[in-house]
C-alpha cells in the first residue's frame, strides 16, 4: 500500500529550482532519507509533502501524515503532559516514555532544554498515530540516547506498517532509502 506518491514534484523558493520534477513512491513499512547539504530544498520538499508548500508543479498523493521540524508545535506555557495531550493520540503514554519524557510531563515546555524540546517535537509525531511521518533534520538537539531512540521508535513504526520520510544533511541511524536532493 502507497503512503506518498510524488509525481514530477518540482519546487521552487525565491525564484530558484530547488528540487526538479521528482517522482517517488513510498510504501507501507518504508523509509527514505532526503540527503544534500544546506539549502538544497530537502525542508522545503518536506512542508510540501506536508502540504505547507505548493510545488511549482507535479502532484503529492498522501497518507495522513504528521510533521516534526522547528516549530515546536506545544503551548510553552502547559507543562508538557498537559501539551502533549491536546495532540491526543492513544500511543502518548507509549510515545513519552520512548522518548525518555516521564520525568518532565510536569514541566512547563518552556523550560525544556534544545534536546528535551526535540524529543517531544518526535513525541507528539508518535502519538499522532498518522501512518506518515516526516521528520525534518530529527537528528539536530539529540545526543546519542535520543538517536538511539528515534532509531527504534521509527523501526517500530515502520514493522507496524507506518513509513517515514526524513530531510537531512547527516546519516540516519537504521535503515533508509537515500535520494540526494541538489545533487
Known amino acids: 500500500m502507497s503512503l506518498l506518491t510524488l509525481d514530477r514534484v518540482s519546487i521552487v ?6 528540487v526538479e520534477e521528482l517522482s517517488l513512491a513510498l510504501e507501507a513499512g518504508g ?25 511549482a508543479s507535479g502532484t ?10 522547528d516549530a515546536l508545535a506545544l503551548d510553552r506555557e502547559l ?8 495532540w491526543g493520540g492513544a500511543a502518548l503514554a507509549e510515545a513519552i516514555e520512548a522518548f525518555a519524557l516521564d520525568g518532565l510531563v510536569e514541566v512547563p515546555v518552556r523550560m525544556l532544554s534544545t ?9 507528539r509525531v508518535m502519538a499522532s498515530g498518522a501512518p506518515l511521518w516526516l521528520l525534518d533534520e530529527p537528528l539536530n ?7 538511539d531512540r528515534l532509531a527504534s521508535v521509527v523501526a517500530g513504526h515502520r514493522a507496524r506498517g507506518g ?19 541538489g545533487g
Open 115 to 123: 534536546g528535551q524540546a526535540k524529543r517531544a517535537r518526535l513525541a
Open 31 to 55: 523509509a527514505v532519507h532526503l540527503a544534500g547539504p544546506n539549502g538544497v530544498g530537502k525542508s522545503s520538499l518536506i512542508r510540501a509533502i506536508a502540504g505547507l508548500l505548493r510545488p
Open 163 to 181: 513509513a517515514v520520510v526524513a530531510a537531512s544533511h547527516v546519516a540516519l541511524p537504521g535503515a533508509w532509502r537515500t535520494v540526494e536532493i
Open 79 to 86: 507543562p508538557l503532559g498537559k501539551a502533549l495531550a491536546f
Open 13 to 18: 523558493r525565491g525564484g530558484r529550482l530547488l
Open 60 to 69: 503529492i498523493e498522501r497518507a495522513d501524515a504528521a510533521l516534526a521540524d
Open 141 to 147: 538537539g539529540l545526543d546519542r540516547d535520543g538517536g
